[in-house]
């Protein structure tokens, strides 16, 4: 609608600063002539938006204008605040700030606007680490973080499993959350890295530049896409019972008693022999044949160890 591209020109030009034409249609997803069309109804409006022409040109709002966050509907009012992740901010020390951030922002919204970020604050609570993970200790986190923020070169000595800990020159460019975990990517690279293995960090006064290119999000799932292709390098075929369903299956034929052939990828005959005996009964390993062996012999280690009814107490 119309209305909500004039609000978010606004909302861009605020914390963008100049921007020309072609950049604001191609954010916007319209035309340029668009484009030209909504400055003209700003600043018929009243809004203080000026265009300045030549090569270093664009649109820009008059200094220190700002607008009240009236253009914003219910659903994003209420994702707005859905989206505050208070443990993560804390963990960054910036638990306060986005506190007073909410609180300004809650401040600016219409009365009916504010009821709807209070309904979503009051009925929902991100926690993203699982239950049984212990909480891990993260130390150097806000060090990091002020390196990613300042653009400044790290010094680190890091644990990895094999062969030993490594010295590492970091170019920090930017934090990702997942599952309660922290991790840093970092140039040269670049490449990723667990905080909370960090055992040393000493922070320099060398400026790094970090690559106009690089994008964060972009880069996390490629990441993660890769992590689980060289994860997964082996696969198992298996028959499931009727409604059993497993991650990343790629499911066959069903027979006549329900059961669904399968091929799942493993990361190896250890782990999968570990996650496979949770499903009791609901599942037959039928290849690769060391791992129904080695299934096989778990099971029959635990029938005859409960085979024996004798209680191990005694009387």
């Known amino acids: 609608m119309k209305s909500g591209r004039l609000v978010s020109i606004l909302l861009l030009l605020q914390t963008r600063g100049r921007m020309t034409a072609a950049q604001l249609a191609e954010e916007l997803e319209v035309s340029v002539r668009t484009v030209y069309r909504d400055v003209e109804a700003l600043g018929a409006a009243g809004v203080p938006l ?7 040109g664009g649109y820009r709002l008059l200094d220190g204008y700002r ?10 009012a209420e994702a707005l605040f859905l989206a505050g992740a208070p443990g993560p901010a804390a963990e960054l020390g910036l638990g306060s700030v986005l506190a007073a951030a ?11 606007l504010r009821a709807h970020a209070d309904r979503i604050s009051g009925r929902f609570h991100l926690d993203a680490p699982g239950w049984y ?16 923020w300042s653009s400044r070169v790290l010094h680190v000595r890091y644990r990895r499993a094999e062969p030993t800990d490594v010295e590492r020159r970091l170019e920090p460019y930017g934090l990702v959350s997942k599952a309660g975990r922290w991790y840093v990517v970092a140039g040269p690279g670049p490449r990723t890295f667990r905080v909370d293995q960090i055992l040393e960090l000493d922070s320099s006064e060398e ?6 290119e690089l994008d964060l999000a972009a880069y996390w799932t490629a990441y993660q896409r890769d992590f689980h292709d060289r ?4 696969a198992a075929l298996v028959r499931l019972a009727p409604g059993v ?11 006549a008693e329900g059961w669904t052939l399968a091929r799942v990828p493993i990361e190896s005959v250890e782990h999968a022999h570990g996650a496979f005996l949770r499903l009791g009964t609901d599942i037959e390993v039928l ?22 009814s004798a209680s191990p107490c005694g009387d």
């Open 133 to 148: 993970a212990e909480a891990e200790q993260v130390p150097f986190l806000p060090a990091v973080a002020e390196a990613v």
């Open 287 to 308: 290849e690769p044949p060391e791992l129904r062996e080695r299934m096989a012999r778990t099971i029959a280690e635990l029938a005859e160890r409960y085979g024996n």
């Open 231 to 234: 994860l997964y390098r082996a």
């Open 67 to 76: 607008t009240r966050l009236t253009g914003l509907t219910p659903e994003e």
């Open 50 to 56: 000026y265009g300045d022409a030549g090569h270093a």
């Open 245 to 255: 369903r497993m991650p990343r299956a790629a499911n066959g034929r069903t027979d």
């Open 207 to 212: 400026e790094f530049v970090r690559p106009e």
């Open 102 to 112: 909410q609180l300004k922002v809650r401040a600016a919204l219409p009365e009916e």
